[in-house]
C-alpha cells in the first residue's frame, strides 16, 4: 500500500540509488554549466566530469533547480496518490533550492512541507532518510518534518580541500574568505555552521590535514550510535582507508557510507576534496 506522503529531494543529497529506489524518494537536479552547456547534475554531467573541466581551467558554475522542477514533481505525487508531500533541501546559505521549492509548494495540488536541512551531501541525505522511516511508519507531514529537523540538528560535516580557490570563484567561502591570504602556505579544515561553510582550523601538509580530520570525526561521534558518510571528488585512494580506519576506530558505527560528491558539490570544491559527515542516530 502507497504511503499517504511523498518524498522530494535535491541531487545534492548524494544518496545512494540503492536508498533512493527503496524509498522511492524523488531527486530534482541541480544544473551544472561548464562554459555555455548546461546540464542536470547527476543525469548529464558525473563527478568525473567537473573534475576533468576544473582541472582543465574551463568556468564552471551552478544554478538551483527551477521552481517548475518542483512543481512537476509535486503534481506527479498527487497524481500518484500522496496526500502530502515533505521535501527536504540544500543549505538555504549555499543555493536558492529551498526558495524554489517553496515558490512551487504555494501552488500544489497538495500540501507540501518544505525543510531547509542548512547541510548538504549526505549530512542532508541522512536527514531525507530520517523522513522516510517516518513516512512509512505512517507519520504526518508534521511528524516527518520535526525527524528530519532532529536527526540534521545533530549532524555534523567536515571536509578537507587542497585549495580554497574553488570556493572562492562560486562565493561559497563565507568566514573561510579569512583564510585566502595565507592559502598557499596552509591546507584549510572546513566544517558547516549555521548551514554556511566556515573555517575550522589550519594544517600545514595535506597528511595532517586529513589525519586532523579523521580525529574530529572520532572525536565527535564518540561513543554513541552514528551513520558516517566519507565524501571525496576524485580522491577516492584518501577515503577508502580513511573510512576504514573510522571503522575501526568508532565504536558505535552503524552504517559506513563512501562516495563521490557530485559535479554542483564538485564545482565548488575542487578535485581532493575528502569530506567526512558524523550522523547520531
Not at 533547480?65 to 500522496?82: D, N, Q, T
Not at 570544491?269 to 542516530?281: D, E, N, Y
Given at each position: 500500500?502507497?504511503?499517504?506522503?511523498?518524498?522530494?529531494?535535491?541531487?545534492?543529497?548524494?544518496?545512494?540509488?540503492?536508498?533512493?529506489?527503496?524509498?522511492?524518494?524523488?531527486?530534482?537536479?541541480?544544473?551544472?554549466?561548464?562554459?555555455?552547456?548546461?546540464?542536470?547534475?547527476?543525469?548529464?554531467?558525473?563527478?568525473?566530469?567537473?573534475?576533468?573541466?576544473?582541472?582543465?581551467?574551463?568556468?564552471?558554475?551552478?544554478?538551483?533547480?527551477?521552481?517548475?522542477?518542483?512543481?512537476?514533481?509535486?503534481?506527479?505525487?498527487?497524481?500518484?496518490?500522496?496526500?502530502?508531500?515533505?521535501?527536504?533541501?540544500?543549505?538555504?546559505?549555499?543555493?536558492?533550492?529551498?526558495?524554489?521549492?517553496?515558490?512551487?509548494?504555494?501552488?500544489?495540488?497538495?500540501?507540501?512541507?518544505?525543510?531547509?536541512?542548512?547541510?548538504?551531501?549526505?549530512?542532508?541525505?541522512?536527514?531525507?532518510?530520517?523522513?522516510?522511516?517516518?513516512?512509512?511508519?505512517?507519520?504526518?507531514?508534521?511528524?516527518?518534518?520535526?525527524?528530519?529537523?532532529?536527526?540534521?540538528?545533530?549532524?555534523?560535516?567536515?571536509?578537507?580541500?587542497?585549495?580554497?580557490d574553488y570556493l572562492?570563484?562560486?562565493?561559497?567561502?563565507?568566514?573561510?574568505?579569512?583564510?585566502?591570504?595565507?592559502?598557499?602556505?596552509?591546507?584549510?579544515?572546513?566544517?558547516?555552521?549555521?548551514?554556511?561553510?566556515?573555517?575550522?582550523?589550519?594544517?600545514?601538509?595535506?597528511?595532517?590535514?586529513?589525519?586532523?580530520?579523521?580525529?574530529?570525526?572520532?572525536?565527535?561521534?564518540?561513543?554513541?550510535?552514528?551513520?558516517?558518510?566519507?565524501?571525496?571528488?576524485?580522491?577516492?585512494?584518501?577515503?577508502?582507508?580513511?573510512?576504514?580506519?573510522?571503522?575501526?576506530?568508532?565504536?558505535?558505527?552503524?552504517?559506513?557510507?563512501?562516495?563521490?560528491?557530485?559535479?554542483?558539490?564538485g564545482a565548488h570544491?575542487?578535485?581532493?576534496?575528502?569530506?567526512?559527515?558524523?550522523?547520531?542516530?
Open positions: 500500500m502507497p504511503a499517504d506522503l511523498a518524498l522530494v529531494t535535491d541531487s545534492t543529497a548524494y544518496l545512494p540509488q540503492q536508498a533512493v529506489d527503496r524509498h522511492a524518494i524523488t531527486v530534482v537536479p541541480l544544473s551544472v554549466a561548464v562554459g555555455d552547456e548546461v546540464r542536470a547534475e547527476g543525469v548529464e554531467i558525473s563527478p568525473k566530469d567537473v573534475a576533468e573541466a576544473l582541472r582543465g581551467k574551463h568556468r564552471v558554475t551552478t544554478s538551483r533547480p527551477s521552481p517548475e522542477s518542483f512543481a512537476a514533481a509535486y503534481r506527479a505525487a498527487a497524481e500518484g496518490g500522496a496526500r502530502g508531500v515533505v521535501s527536504v533541501h540544500i543549505s538555504g546559505e549555499l543555493s536558492g533550492t529551498a526558495e524554489a521549492a517553496r515558490l512551487a509548494a504555494a501552488e500544489s495540488p497538495v500540501p507540501v512541507r518544505v525543510v531547509d536541512s542548512r547541510l548538504v551531501g549526505m549530512a542532508l541525505g541522512y536527514g531525507v532518510l530520517a523522513a522516510a522511516e517516518v513516512i512509512e511508519a505512517g507519520g504526518g507531514l508534521d511528524e516527518v518534518a520535526a525527524a528530519v529537523e532532529r536527526r540534521t540538528a545533530g549532524t555534523s560535516g567536515f571536509f578537507y580541500v587542497d585549495t580554497l572562492r570563484r562560486g562565493g561559497r567561502i563565507g568566514a573561510a574568505r579569512a583564510l585566502l591570504g595565507s592559502a598557499l602556505a596552509v591546507k584549510p579544515l572546513l566544517h558547516l555552521d549555521g548551514g554556511r561553510i566556515e573555517p575550522l582550523e589550519k594544517v600545514r601538509t595535506a597528511s595532517r590535514g586529513i589525519a586532523r580530520l579523521e580525529e574530529i570525526a572520532v572525536e565527535r561521534a564518540g561513543e554513541r550510535e552514528v551513520d558516517i558518510a566519507v565524501h571525496h571528488l576524485a580522491a577516492e585512494d584518501r577515503a577508502e582507508p580513511l573510512a576504514e580506519r573510522l571503522r575501526e576506530q568508532v565504536p558505535g558505527l552503524r552504517d559506513l557510507y563512501v562516495g563521490e560528491v557530485g559535479a554542483v558539490i570544491v575542487g578535485p581532493g576534496l575528502l569530506a567526512v559527515v558524523v550522523a547520531p542516530r
